[in-house]
Structures are given as C-alpha cells and as structure tokens.
C-alpha cells in the first residue's frame, strides 16, 4: 500500500538560514505532490503543488522539488523567519482517482531567533 | 470572511451519544471533504462529495454518515459515539475534481470532538 513518510522529529533551524524538509513515499507513482501549512489549532492551508513532469516550483521564499526516480519531494523555504514555524505536511494524490489526497504526518519547524 | 467553517469548534460528548458537526463553504466549489485528524497528527480522508453525490468513502464505521443537503454544505452525523472517535475532524472543499486532478483544498479549523 502507498507509504508517506517525513522527518517525524522537529527541524529546528535559526532565523535567516533554509529549511529543508523531506517527504518520502513508496508503493506508489502519484500525477502530484502537495504540500500545506498547518498551525496550532488550525486547518492546514496549501502551500504549493508540483506535477509528475516538474522537477521544481517556486513562490516566493519556497522551493519545492520532486524527484520521481527518488520518489522524494523537498521543501525549501529560504531566509526563515519565527513566523515560519508550524507543521509541514506533503500530501499526495492517491489510487482511486478524483481529487483524493494522501497526507503525510508532517514534520515540524520551529525557526529560533 | 470564513471561507470554510465548521461549527461546533469543540465537542464534549458521553459514550453512546449521537452527534453532527456542520459545515459550509462560501468558496463556490464543487467538492466537499471530511477528514479525520487522530492523535498522533495524521490526517485521514473519511468522505467526499461533489455537487451532493457521494465519490469517496473510505473504511468508515456505518455509525458515522455524511449528509450534503447542497453543494455548499456537508454535515456529519455520528451515532453512538465511542472512546475511539476522539479527534479532530476537519471539512474541506475544492474546485471540481473532474476533468482535472490536483485542486488545492481548503481547510476549516475542525472540530475537536472528545468523548467521556
């Protein structure tokens, strides 16, 4: 069955510096790969969606990649800042088709100043 | 303006009780979602809906039945609550999944449902 994994253990990172967050899956070749936002107490909010063809995709101060042959997508999000702290969660569409998503169980950030 | 919103936001309940949990979506898409949001953070899709019809339900309890009274709208009804089903359920909806796949979805902020 399809496997998602990412960092289980907090990436904790000083302000100014990249993070870097991994989402790793098996058993599986999806169409695309999201990735959402989601803070305390609140719904993740969706960040970016990169597709089977792309390798890469920007907006702003995020990157992500994805590496089909890998089967691995990273996050990057550059010149980090306190307000970038929160979960990261890599979602993937699954078998069965219509817009349905497999999630990851996120990793957290923390930026420290 | 909530684009997605999910009433109530916290759910104390007994064992054995029935419960629904509401939700709206003023985004104007045609595809609603629960999902369930366990202890440990892992988000779980329950159920989809497009334009009222049923896409996806995945292995769910019988106990707990969705309802799309409109495009706008997909309540949740729970009968006969257990200590399992504390969590976290949150709605989402999106753009028509059909023809193209990959639509964002838009979350609201859940519902934290604890059972005594």
């Known amino acids: 069955s399809q496997k998602i994994e990412q960092n289980s253990e907090a990436l904790n990172i000083q302000e100014g510096k990249t993070a870097t967050l991994t989402c790793n899956y098996t058993n599986y070749s999806p169409a695309y790969l999201q990735w959402y936002r989601q803070d305390p107490g609140r719904g993740p909010v969706f960040l970016l969606l990169i597709r089977e063809n792309e390798k890469e995709k920007r907006k702003e101060r995020l990157k992500v990649t994805f590496d089909t042959t890998l089967k691995q997508s990273l996050f990057h999000i550059t010149a980090s800042q306190p307000a970038d702290s929160a979960t990261y969660l890599c979602?993937?569409?699954?078998?069965?088709?219509?817009?349905?998503?497999?999630f990851g169980t996120g990793t957290q950030l923390k930026v420290e100043l | 303006d909530t684009a997605v919103s999910q009433t109530p936001k916290y759910l104390v309940t007994q064992m054995g009780n029935d419960k629904s949990i509401k939700c709206e979506q003023n985004l104007g898409h045609d595809t609603m979602y629960w999902y369930k949001q366990d202890s440990k953070k892992f988000l779980k899709i329950m159920f989809s809906?497009?334009?009222?019809?049923?896409?996806i339900n995945e292995t769910v309890p019988n106990r707990f039945s969705p309802k799309s009274p409109d495009k706008a709208h997909l309540n949740l009804h729970i009968n006969s609550l257990e200590l399992g089903d504390s969590a976290v359920y949150f709605c989402?909806?999106?753009?028509?999944?059909?023809?193209?796949?990959?639509?964002?979805?838009?979350f609201g902020d859940g519902t934290r449902l604890s059972i005594l």
């Open positions: 979602a993937l569409d699954s078998t069965g088709g219509g817009n349905k998503l497999t």
């Open positions: 809906y497009n334009n009222k019809e049923l896409i």
């Open positions: 989402a909806s999106s753009q028509d999944l059909r023809p193209s796949r990959g639509q964002p979805q838009h």
